[in-house]
Structures are given as C-alpha cells and as structure tokens.
C-alpha cells in the first residue's frame, strides 16, 4: 500500500497482521511552540490533526475493535531524540498511560518489526542502538532513503540541488541517503538529516556523518552529527574513490569532495592528523598530493604541508585560492582547472 510512512506501517502489519488505514495520504497537522523545560534548544508540536492513521488492536487489553491509534508520524523525535506519546492512543482502555507499555510497545515496534522492514529501495540499520566500538563496518543509523528514490519536492532533494549538487549523483558515488527514522533514541539526532557513509580504502562503511539541512543557529544545533564511538583521526572521506586519479587532492570537508569529484579526499576538519597522512602516503603511490583547504586556512595548509613532508611524501604542493568562496562553492571545471594550472606549475611531468 502507498502510505505516507511504509516503515512504520510495515512494522505494524508484521506485528498485528491486519492494520486499518485512516484519513489515508493526509499528512499531520502541528505546530512548532517553544519548550519550556529546553528552552534554550528544544521545541514540542502542538499538534491540531493527526493525519494518516494505522489502526490495529492493542496488545495489552482484550481489544478486538482495532481500538489502538498510530499516527503516521509516531516515532520522530521532537526535540533531542524525545518521542511524543500524543502520536499513539489506545481507545479501549488508554493501556499507554503505563510507562511499561509504553517500553513494550516502543520496542516491539521501533526496535523490533520496523528494522526487519527489508523493501529494496530502504537502507536499513541492521542492529538498533549504538554500541561502543572501536574499529570495523557499520550501517546506516535508522530507515535511510536513498537520495535517488526519493521523489518529488522532497526537501532533502530539494537541499543539495539548491546546494549545487546531483541527488542521484550523491546517492550513485557516495551512498548519501536521507534519515527518516533513527533506529534508537541514542542516535536520534540522525533523523531528518541527510546520512553520509565515510568508508575504509575498501569501500566499507566505517563512519557516517549526519548533515543538518539548511541554516540555523550552529551554536544550538550541531551541523554534524558524527556516528557514536566510531574513530575519525584516522578517516579520510571518498579515499576509496580517489584510487585511480591522477593527481590526490585534499579538501577539508565532504562538499568540497562532491564538488570536486573522483580524486578528492576530505580531512573532515582543517588538520591532517597523523594517521591521515600516512594513509594519503600510503595511498597516493608516487602521485602528487595537493593540498586544497578553503581560503582563510592557509596556515592550516602550511601545518598540513609540513607534517605530510615530515611523513615522507614525495610530490606535495599547496594551493592558495582567492579569498572568497571555498572549493565547495566553485564550479567543477573551474575547481579542476585550477588544480591542473597548480599540477603544472610544480610538476610538469604529471601534468
């Protein structure tokens, strides 16, 4: 069935078999207000139409009407990760008053039947939660849409176009997806936001960075939200498409990645730890590595020289743009033919 949130319908369906659909295609009414006890972060939604609603039985009374309501946007978080309870009801007994049923029920549903949802087009989180870890693959935070899939004036579409930036193209090359639900309330400040996977050299998902979409205050909200307990010094973001390119150029952010394109790798900051430079040594193999930060960090381009000298790199050169816009605001040829004018100034023979 086409509904305004298959996850949580699917979930449903797996749970109680048969789930009824009310006010179908009519999308929730509410109101961003201020909330008082985070008042200087957080929001609730007065909320004045539920919308779309799933209607099974509840499973903690003796109901055989279908007497408990889901309203398609239970589930997402209204302010750090906070689930509302308004989105859920039980008629027959108002059995969700008992912050036991609610558990049960918030785990049956979220943690349980929604993340065994297995349609083709939905990345999914293989384990709910956010276990500590060190070192190895990880998935994607919640149900995650592939970029291309999502159709329509979809804002997260609708943001890297406005951005500069091929939806397809991000999804196809980098696996950008968008969040629509975090698999947990520790990883809930996923959701809404597009996901980025950064990947080891052999492709798999070691990281991923959450990505607010739009403007705000950043001095209240993070504009990125890094994967918990997962290492960073020692990622360098696209490396795994930058294997056959002529020359290695480095950029401080993932932007600037897509912007550029094949051969670029972000430090994901403006410092090149020690781990970073001896991965691009590593993997650069006797190519040029160009250091390309955004214009007000040169000095942070003379440290990332320095240390990549210092760790043996053979061919190395900067490049200083005008100030002004960074590489990620720059048009691809442009960007490319100032790497290739820069490449044949110091190395000709790699030109």
């Not at 279908?66 to 978080?77: D, F, K, Q, S």
């Not at 990345?123 to 291309?148: D, F, N, W």
């Amino acid at each position: 069935m086409d509904v305004l949130r298959p996850a949580l319908y699917f979930a449903l369906q797996s749970l109680f078999r048969h789930v009824k659909v009310l006010r179908h295609g009519e999308p929730f009414a509410a109101v961003k207000t201020a909330d008082t006890f985070y008042a200087q972060h957080g929001f609730t939604l007065d909320i004045s139409a539920w919308g779309e609603t799933y209607v099974v039985c509840c499973p903690f009374c003796n109901d055989t009407r279908n007497r408990l309501y889901v309203c398609h946007a239970w589930g997402l978080p209204e302010s750090f990760g906070r689930q509302s309870w308004r989105f859920v009801k039980c008629f027959n007994d108002d059995c969700l008053k008992e912050p036991g049923n609610r558990r049960s029920l918030a785990h049956m549903v979220f943690e349980q039947a929604m993340f065994s949802y297995g349609k083709s087009d939905v990345v999914l989180q293989a384990s709910p939660g956010a276990p500590k870890r060190t070192s190895g693959p990880v998935s994607y935070p919640g149900v995650c849409y592939p970029l291309s899939q999502l159709t329509g004036p979809h804002p997260a579409r609708q943001y890297v176009i406005s951005r500069g930036h091929d939806p397809d193209e991000l999804w196809r090359l980098y696996g950008v997806a968008w969040c629509m639900d975090a698999c947990s309330q520790a990883l809930a400040l996923a959701s809404g936001r597009l996901i980025i996977p950064l990947r080891a050299a052999s492709g798999d998902m070691v990281s991923w960075q959450a990505r607010y979409m739009g403007e705000t205050d950043w001095k209240l909200t993070p504009k990125y939200y890094n994967c918990p307990d997962a290492p960073r010094s020692g990622l360098l973001y696209a490396l795994d498409r930058a294997s056959s390119a002529p020359v290695l150029v480095v950029v401080e952010g993932v932007t600037d990645v897509w912007r550029y394109g094949d051969g670029a790798v972000a430090i994901c900051g403006k410092e090149v730890s020690c781990e970073q430079a001896t991965l691009l040594i590593k993997h650069a193999r006797d190519r040029p590595i160009a250091i390309l930060l955004d214009p007000e960090a040169w000095e942070e381009s003379g440290k990332a020289f320095s240390r990549l000298a210092l760790a043996g790199a053979k061919f190395l050169f900067r490049i200083k743009l005008r100030a002004g816009p960074d590489p990620g605001s720059l048009p691809r040829p442009l960007l490319r033919a100032i790497v290739k004018q820069a490449l044949l100034a110091n190395y000709p023979e790699f030109a």
